[in-house]
């Protein structure tokens, strides 16, 4: 079997890998296609402590299950898996087990292989309507529709994300199904088609109209600075980026404006897939490249450079 | 008139300062008692660019009045003078107000002086059961009290103030009035008697059982990161400090565990006479000192020193 694994100094393509045992409650999906995010780099350069096999986004086919239901779906699945017993989980909310493991980067082998294991509970079916090349993007849409979940927008609200990277672009597309006014500051205006509803600006130096609501997506350490200077008081600020860098930051304007920072991460892949099969976002222009599995370590290497987007990673499945 | 004010080097008395004109809808006011804050102590080290007359905590007779109902009363007041105009005024947040003046602290000369102006608006009767040393505490119990306007606390939530210093001490006192848990983290126990709802901590290494809400009120830039440790996934952080210096703190933790920051200034002037007329509060222990206005150099000079609770600036109609 082969993987793409960081074995905690660099990323390499382990070909004769044995797939892991399938536990209770657990099914094993064979990867079709999965997707590179800012986090399997992060891992990458050594960061978050993980070695393993890498991956977390995917869409793949049920290959062993318990449940006759699922063998052969086509399934994504939320990528934290949870102990059922804690006080997290007991109040409902799995994402924040204490004892979880995350898929590809905490305690449990990733999606870049050709198979892998997760709990029956976390898998969710694709719609037939919805192709490949879109479900893999269940997962990061997924944390994008998270910050819906998180901060209430009514319509009529400035919206303002910051990073026009591979999650900006998603958080702008799931902000547009809520807000008439969404506005994209980043580096790479045209690159993607948005809805009307989404206007690409560049960064400004002083900012005349503030936002109710600023979703930092840039990845970047310097991005909550400029967020609180975008931001109007008693307004919100949802927190995307784990930047393993120390924010040099002045939080001072957060007290003066009272302002709300929310830090944001994993969604619900059911809403994700709704929305993808209202299939109202232009995804294939976020996708600038495909490797296999075989070349996974260039995947990497190419998702890292800048300006790249979507860089997937194709199974032996795939069609 | 006499007066203590930063020229924007040093803090010095002024004796014989022209009293500002009154403005239409402004009270003048005669201090009878006034407490050094450390936004005061910011501003004599030259932070926050401000130049003029110091101090924003007081209690004070009106003097003079267009509404004949006001002369003569013993008032606390609102610091935020609104334009009444902007979109935060016709929104109801005046504290938010874009073109605001700051009793002392932005483009408004302060309390600490014989006698000072504010708009009528600003003004709340004290009643006659609070003395002048609870009332002076009525401006900082209110940021205090915000901190319950701005969360909603559950009997049973577990809270954690973090600093034990002027501000902290007042937060645990008006959190104590919502959570029957309250833990205090600071380095001075036993310096002042608390309601048997708050225990008493020094910060630990190593927390095994997290807070819902932790109200960050050290003063000083590595109270963010404590405050990260200490409260729980999905938790609160209310951010009362406006530390000059930059953070230098690793933000992914707040994206991680999902925790939302809050940054919290003034609050409601009213709740807070209601808490002092209640007279639960044992707010003696917290004056350090007393000094006249005459002296005022000298008590910002002993408010800045280690462990130092409230200084008091007395006013020459103090009985």
């Not at 062993?64 to 059922?84: D, K, W």
């Not at 719609?127 to 910050?147: N, Q, Y």
Request: charged share 20%; glycine share 10%; proline share 8%.
């Amino acid at each position: 079997m082969t993987a793409l694994c960081f074995d905690g100094r660099s990323v390499l393509v382990v070909a004769e890998r044995e797939p892991p045992a399938l536990l209770p409650g657990e099914a094993r999906i064979r990867m079709r296609l999965a997707g590179v995010c800012g986090t399997d780099l992060e891992i990458a350069r050594g960061y978050l402590g993980f070695r393993g096999v890498l991956g977390h986004e995917f869409v793949g086919d049920v290959v062993e299950a318990a449940s006759p239901g699922l063998q052969g779906a086509r399934v994504v699945g939320a990528i934290n898996c949870a102990c059922q017993r804690c006080d997290f989980c007991n109040r409902g909310l799995p994402n924040h087990c204490s004892a979880r493991t995350v898929l590809g980067i905490l305690g449990r082998d990733g999606a870049f292989q050709d198979a892998f294991n997760l709990p029956e509970r976390n898998l969710f079916r694709v719609p037939d309507a919805v192709p490949d090349e879109h479900a893999v993007f269940a997962e990061p849409l997924a944390a994008a529709c998270r910050v819906t979940e998180q901060v209430d927008i009514a319509p009529w609200q400035r919206v303002a994300v910051l990073g026009d990277g591979r999650m900006g672009v998603l958080c702008a597309y799931a902000l547009a199904e809520r807000s008439h006014s969404v506005t994209l500051f980043g580096r790479h205006p045209g690159r993607v088609p948005f809805p009307i509803s989404v206007e690409e600006k560049p960064v400004p130096e002083k900012v005349r109209d503030r936002f109710a609501v600023v979703v930092e997506a840039t990845g970047s350490p310097e991005g909550l600075a400029i967020a609180l200077r975008l931001v109007e008081p008693l307004g919100t600020v949802v927190l995307k980026s784990t930047c393993a860098a120390p924010h040099g930051t002045n939080l001072a304007p957060i007290v003066i404006d009272e302002v709300t920072v929310v830090g944001s991460r994993c969604g619900s892949l059911p809403a994700a897939l709704e929305l993808l099969a209202a299939s109202r976002m232009p995804l294939a222009p976020l996708i600038s490249a495909r490797y296999p599995l075989a070349e996974g370590a260039a995947a990497l290497a190419r998702a890292a450079e800048p300006g790249v987007l979507k860089v997937l990673i194709q199974g032996k499945t795939r069609s």
